[in-house]
């Protein structure tokens, strides 16, 4: 079976770092993906990682640990803007679909 | 940037109708997707088109639905006849090789609401 987790719901001020966790457990595994959702609207892509470590992209960065089965997302320097669903997906083959976790939704405070 | 383009943006119908949501993935790419996403919960895959045939299929994607690409650009999701439970956003995505390197790319969605 195919298993990802994540926090339901996380709050974090403007400004500040949050980190949102991500639990995998899948019959194989070719690659995490973080998708960033407002509502109402379509996921897009964020971040990719295959091998183990930090993949780092401006504001945002993502952690794989292959042998944990984690990754985490982190946001840096919060904006309002960053308010949306933050969504972790598992790929478990080459040209398999994408298998979605249900997303966690990040509310940033003033 | 190339983008891909989903129609209509929101969809009523009454139980038991037919519809068609339509997509045009981006030109270059080679595979395609439909996932759903009903309100409050998980984008879940529906199919995977490849080749110009399905390539993937989960259990949600019964003798009720059915894919088509019936020309070089559109991809389309029809559902033969509706259910309640058919309400959702319907997302088509593409992607261009089969390296995992590539991401999929996800439409606006069309909102469904069955009546």
């Known amino acids: 079976g195919q298993n990802i987790d994540q926090p339901t719901e996380m709050t974090a001020t403007e400004g500040a770092i949050v980190q949102i966790n991500c639990t995998y457990q899948?019959?194989?595994?070719?690659?995490l993906f973080w998708y960033q959702q407002h509502a109402g609207e379509a996921p897009t892509f964020l971040s990719y990682?295959?091998?183990?470590g930090l993949e780092e992209k401006g504001r945002f960065s993502s952690f794989l640990s292959r042998s944990k089965g984690y990754s985490y997302l982190l946001l840096k320097e919060l904006q309002m803007k960053d308010s949306a669903s933050y969504l972790c997906a598992v790929r478990h083959s080459g040209n398999t679909p994408l298998v979605f976790g249900k997303g966690t939704r990040l509310s940033v405070i003033a | 940037e190339p983008e891909v383009t989903q129609t209509p943006s929101h969809q009523v119908t009454q139980m038991g109708q037919e519809v068609i949501l339509r997509c045009v993935p981006i030109?270059?790419?080679?595979?395609f997707y439909w996932y759903r996403q009903i309100l409050g919960q998980k984008v879940e895959f529906l199919v995977s088109f490849y080749n110009n045939e399905i390539s993937e299929k989960s259990e949600i994607f019964d003798d009720q639905f059915s894919v088509e690409r019936p020309d070089g650009s559109n991809f389309t999701l029809k559902i033969r006849s509706t259910k309640l439970e058919d309400s959702a956003m319907y997302f088509c995505a593409s992607r261009r090789e089969i390296e995992a390197l590539h991401e999929q790319y996800f439409g606006p969605g069309t909102r469904l609401t069955v009546t």
């Open positions: 899948t019959s194989g595994f070719n690659g």
């Open positions: 990682n295959v091998l183990d």
């Open positions: 030109s270059n790419h080679l595979y």
